[in-house]
């Protein structure tokens, strides 16, 4: 079974300010998603990832699966990218078996 | 929009009590999941349906238990209510299982257990 270990598990920071958030996993999965959940509790895929590098507006997202580690960017960070932020991978590796999710990051950027 | 949609949005049980939450998933989406996020935790799977059976199941006890329906449309039940099974139900879908599909998740149902 997949575990899964996020860092930091908080993260204050200035508005315009470089972000990183790691995310480790212990099995060979076949894709990696990152996710957003805001206060409220609804939860957004931002990115799934089974190689390389992805980017969507500010976001980066990039993936080792060597090395089973995968982190997420945010350039030029805002106010309303405060949210937590949570990186799943399938519980088993792969197929249909639900996520394993990271405990997340939550994530504070003050003007 | 995830075009997921969850109900109730909020609602309170007594122990004891049965509860019933339901989910309407995107149109063709045969996978779907459940997941229980207690306050200041990740989220931890319940089970999912594939094609309106079950084929895969956390460690949660029998009295958590689903059915999907052929409109895609599914529904989580749990019996014997306790104060622990007070949290944030989420359910998730997909086309195909989360290997390799975006999930689309719902606003969430919070059970409070009185």
């Known amino acids: 079974k997949n575990e899964v270990e996020q860092s930091p598990q908080n993260l204050t920071a200035q508005e315009g300010e470089f972000i990183t958030i790691n995310c480790s996993y212990s099995v060979g999965i076949s894709a990696l998603h990152w996710l957003q959940q805001h206060p409220g509790g609804g939860i957004v895929s931002l990115f799934m990832?089974?190689?390389g590098k992805k980017k969507h507006g500010r976001l980066i997202a990039t993936i080792n699966i060597q090395e089973k580690h995968s982190s997420l960017h945010i350039t030029a960070s805002h106010p309303r990218d405060s949210a937590v932020y949570i990186c799943?991978?399938?519980?088993?590796?792969?197929?249909?078996?639900?996520?394993?999710f990271g405990k997340g990051t939550h994530l504070i950027i003050q003007p | 929009e995830t075009g997921v949609t969850q109900s109730p949005t909020h609602l309170i049980k007594t122990r004891g009590q049965q509860v019933t939450l339901r989910c309407s998933s995107q149109s063709g989406h045969n996978t779907v999941s459940w997941y229980q996020q207690a306050l200041g935790q990740g989220p931890q799977f319940i089970f999912q349906?594939?094609?309106?059976?079950?084929?895969g199941r956390g460690n949660f006890p029998p009295r958590f238990s689903g059915l999907q329906f052929p409109n895609y449309s599914s529904e989580l039940n749990v019996n014997a209510l306790e104060l622990d099974d007070s949290a944030l139900y989420l359910c998730?879908?997909?086309?195909?299982?989360?290997?390799?599909?975006?999930?689309?998740f719902g606003e969430g149902s919070w059970l409070t257990v009185v």
């Open positions: 998730a879908s997909s086309l195909d299982g989360y290997s390799g599909n975006t999930i689309y």
């Open positions: 799943a991978v399938p519980r088993l590796g792969g197929g249909a078996d639900g996520l394993t």
């Open positions: 990832l089974s190689s």
């Open positions: 349906y594939y094609r309106e059976e079950e084929n």
